[in-house]
């Protein structure tokens, strides 16, 4: 089974991948689709005037239910929507892929990773106001929305129906390998890779976590996206909660470290070691592993928002923003400086043997366990909880994604897929895994970040009307009153 993902990934590399710089980089690479979301994110930040600074606070009272109206229409709550689309990136890749990437890259990653994070709230709120925009009701009754609509109708209305059409497609197709890879392959991966150390069983029948996990994930993935909101909105912010809690007890048990540790964050940021490839290297590792935990510029989480009850689609754009910042800017900084404080990504301390594996959940259980003995057992249980937790979402990205081609009543061919897959990811091994997610989720922001270029002024148009009522008053008056 490895040999074909790593058949998967030297292609997807050689088309998606290549290097801009052409072997010029003085040893260090910068993928052209990690250059593509840097750019992307730096130029609609500028683009609508920071906004993911300017509306920070007006957000937290949509989420809190302010600015509900009577004429909210949508499928589940804006609370909901931000903890589902949480459920799919607050997860492994803040506990398995920031340890991999300090790793990989050295501290210096986590500065790198903390800018991304800061530019891909913008690309959140441009794409959950397109998904909102051109979202549209399927003959079922459930609303269908995403970068598959906004690529295909939003093209189509400017005068670029096929290639709007092409681009949908191509996302669509990403989507759905996106959401068997990195939305489920791999979490299941590294939670059994963190699992078997606690119960030895598994080690011996691996498959048999496989097999649990995909049960679970059925029963909850065939009720469909109420099902999935109803969970997510309960588990992830207690999930949050113990994470964050269990960080700051680290943190202060090490706090005469901190201070040292961000400084060699900081400074390695822009002076990295010369086995990480220089400040490029350095950097990649940071974006790339901010675009797998957040997913902004991929489109995904767009999908699931598109359902959000609410009455202007800025507003849910407004919501989207918070995604990145609790998912990267918060989670990973925490992990960053647990990582880095703990010292256990150095390849030769005690636990090189898991940095050279790729282990990365199971290093960030070893530097947990540093400190307090008995945690990694705890975390083993909430690094099972986001894997859960991430793979209901992401089933219903790739269910959308494959209705979108084949239709409503081919959705359970899909989700019987899905959970094979579950159950295959227990015989694989971790780094083909993770390289396979990584390429997957990533190509998926080429055709995104195409559609959120060409339809930039269609969320320019949205924000400037909403800022004219917001100004006037007129949002407060409609308010329904609690």
Not at 15 to 22: H, Y
Request: aromatic share 12%; proline share 3%; hydrophobic share 55%.
């Amino acid at each position: 089974m490895d040999s074909i993902f790593e058949q998967i990934n030297s292609l997807l590399a050689s088309v998606f991948f290549f290097d801009i710089f052409f072997g010029l980089g003085d040893g260090a690479t910068m993928p052209f689709i990690v250059a593509w979301l840097v750019v992307g994110g730096v130029f609609l930040t500028f683009r609508f005037g920071f906004i993911n600074v300017r509306m920070f606070s007006h957000a937290f009272k949509i989420i809190t239910g302010k600015y509900r109206t009577a004429d909210d229409v949508g499928e589940i709550t804006p609370f909901q929507s931000l903890t589902t689309a949480l459920s799919a990136t607050v997860g492994l890749g803040n506990i398995a892929g920031v340890a991999i990437a300090i790793a990989v890259g050295g501290p210096g990653a986590t500065f790198w990773m903390i800018l991304a994070g800061f530019f891909g709230m913008t690309l959140k709120f441009t794409e959950v106001t397109l998904a909102q925009i051109y979202r549209e009701k399927r003959p079922d009754g459930r609303l269908m929305g995403g970068a598959m609509q906004y690529l295909s109708k939003g093209l189509a209305s400017k005068g670029h129906a096929k290639l709007g059409k092409a681009l949908a497609v191509i996302f669509a197709v990403l989507a759905i390998g996106g959401s068997l890879g990195a939305g489920n392959a791999f979490q299941t991966s590294q939670a059994m890779g963190v699992l078997v150390d606690r119960v030895p069983f598994f080690a011996s029948y691996p498959i048999v976590f496989g097999l649990i996990m995909a049960a679970v994930v059925g029963f909850v993935i065939i009720g469909g996206i109420k099902r999935i909101a109803s969970t997510a909105e309960k588990i992830v912010p207690l999930m949050v909660l113990i994470y964050l809690a269990a960080s700051l007890w680290i943190l202060i048990a090490n706090a005469s470290a901190v201070p040292a540790a961000i400084s060699t964050i900081f400074h390695e940021a822009f002076a990295p070691t010369a086995a990480v490839g220089g400040m490029i290297g350095v950097l990649v590792q940071g974006f790339k592993r901010a675009a797998f935990s957040s997913e902004a510029g991929i489109g995904s989480a767009a999908i699931v928002h598109s359902t959000a009850s609410v009455k202007y689609p800025v507003r849910q754009g407004f919501v989207a923003l918070y995604e990145p910042f609790i998912d990267t800017i918060v989670i990973c900084t925490m992990t960053a400086l647990v990582i880095v404080t703990t010292g256990v990504y150095d390849p030769s301390g005690a636990f090189g043997d898991l940095v050279v594996a790729k282990q990365g959940a199971a290093l960030t259980a070893a530097a947990y366990g540093t400190v307090i003995s008995w945690f990694p057992v705890i975390l083993s249980f909430s690094i099972i909880l986001f894997a859960f937790s991430t793979m209901i979402s992401w089933s219903y990205y790739g269910e959308r994604s494959w209705t979108y081609l084949f239709g409503e009543k081919y959705t359970l061919v899909y989700k019987l897929i899905f959970i094979s897959f579950t159950v295959m990811a227990s015989v694989t091994s971790a780094s083909a895994m993770l390289e396979f997610s990584d390429l997957l989720i990533l190509t998926m922001a080429l055709p995104n970040i195409i559609g959120l270029y060409i339809l930039q002024g269609d969320v320019k148009a949205n924000l400037n009307a909403y800022m004219a009522k917001w100004k006037n008053g007129e949002l407060d008056a409609e308010a329904i009153r609690k």
